[in-house]
């Protein structure tokens, strides 16, 4: 959050919603920062704005695409748009020549912390071309193929496993995610959403392992693919009734996991207080999280989805 925002902030963590931006509302939501006071406002942005959605969408790929190229086994920059990168980092500091040249005859001037200051000469040269390497590296990322990276899955289960955790302990901060209740409506959103079919039949199937259908909404598994979010709840015939599952649905391939077998997912942060098991496959170009805290009952469903059981965990 960013110092204005803190400023705007009460004693009590209540946030004034007029005070806050569209931008800073993107910015929030795509930290998954909003508190309650301003979910309201951002689904007003959403229903008038139809880029809303999009933009922050754009906010975390442009974050995780950054972070990729941040980290030391990030894969080098090609050679043709690292030549193009110093080619505009020469043409940035041809421009500013009359700066450098002006150094000694400026010396006094040097001396004062003003000339260094953030928006002085000096910085904002560095700056430009701190910025045009940094900018190459992230349209690189950013071009690349939608898979999952590898030991991604890893951050992908942590996350689908702390959000089945967040929306089922916490309905009512979560209640705005979730706006398609018929399980009939979910193939037409996720079309939608991710431009990929999901098949209906996939989701009718549950019903014969004791799960039905409760809601579903979009969502945002690790990964540049778009993702949704399905929810139910067992009828009381393979686990106790109400016990509730998870199936995040990515529109991309994983490079960890063979084409439709299925797989115990390792975790790291996985929360003692309420553990879950996740399973993950991938099938026709997406890749599915499956998450509950029965495995009998997650047997079932992989059964009624003609998916074979877990030969391993990765």
Partial sequence: MTERQHNQTQDDGWVDPS???????IRMAADQELRPELQARFDELVASDGGADAAVRFERELREACGRAMRDDCPPVPAGLMARCRAAVAEASREDEAVAEGLVARADETREQSFWAAGGPIM??????????????????????????????????????GEHNRCRLNPDTTRTKFTVTEAEAVPERFADLTGRALSLSDLLAASSAGLRFVEAGTCHVPGRAPSMHLTFSSDGTSCPKGSSFSLFVQAAGSADMAEGETY?????????????????????????????TRTDAMDQFCEALGQPLPAGQI
């Fill in 19 to 25: 005070r806050i931006s569209d931008e800073q509302l």
């Fill in 124 to 161: 904002r040269s560095l700056g430009a071309i701190a910025a045009t390497m940094l900018l190459a590296f992230v349209v690189w990322q950013m071009s690349q193929p939608a898979t999952t990276a590898s030991s991604s899955y890893v951050e992908a289960a942590g996350f689908v496993s």
């Fill in 264 to 292: 115990v997912l390792h975790r790291e942060d996985d929360d003692p207080d309420h553990p879950t098991t996740v399973y993950g496959w991938t099938r026709d170009g997406l890749t599915y999280y499956l998450v509950g």
